[in-house]
């Protein structure tokens, strides 16, 4: 079991950076792959951004490459991803999730937290 809590969502100006977190309960974690999703009102939830394990492989979504950089830190049980040069279209509800699988489905992730909201204006 694995228990997640996403921090750090906020209001920001476009080109500007927020970086979020998220908390892990439970000695699964060193286990589990990570992912990043988001939702956006109206629309269908999608990846953003995945780390393996041990941290030593990352994905991200092609609209977010280059910007977004996904980390986590296995010793303290948290993943963080580090949004940079914002975008109003990355205006979202943003999910982590922990899975037994390193991928870009959903249905890789079995544990989810419950989101912060991400708001960038023009």
């Known amino acids: 079991q694995v228990q997640l809590v996403e921090s750090g969502g906020g209001l920001v100006q476009a080109g500007g950076s927020l970086r979020l977190s998220c908390a892990a309960s439970g000695r699964a974690f060193s286990n589990s792959a990570m992912g990043w999703f988001r939702q956006a009102p109206g629309k269908e939830r999608e990846f953003v951004a995945a780390i393996s394990r041990s941290g030593s492989s990352t994905i991200y979504a092609d609209s977010v490459k280059g910007r977004f950089t996904i980390s986590r830190d296995n010793a303290k049980n948290l993943a963080s991803l580090q949004m940079n040069s914002l975008k109003p279209e990355d205006t979202a509800v943003y999910f982590c999730?922990?899975?037994?699988?390193?991928?870009?489905?959903?249905?890789?992730?079995?544990?989810w937290g419950q989101g912060t909201q991400v708001t960038v204006s023009s």
């Open positions: 999730a922990a899975g037994g699988v390193f991928g870009m489905s959903r249905s890789s992730y079995a544990y």
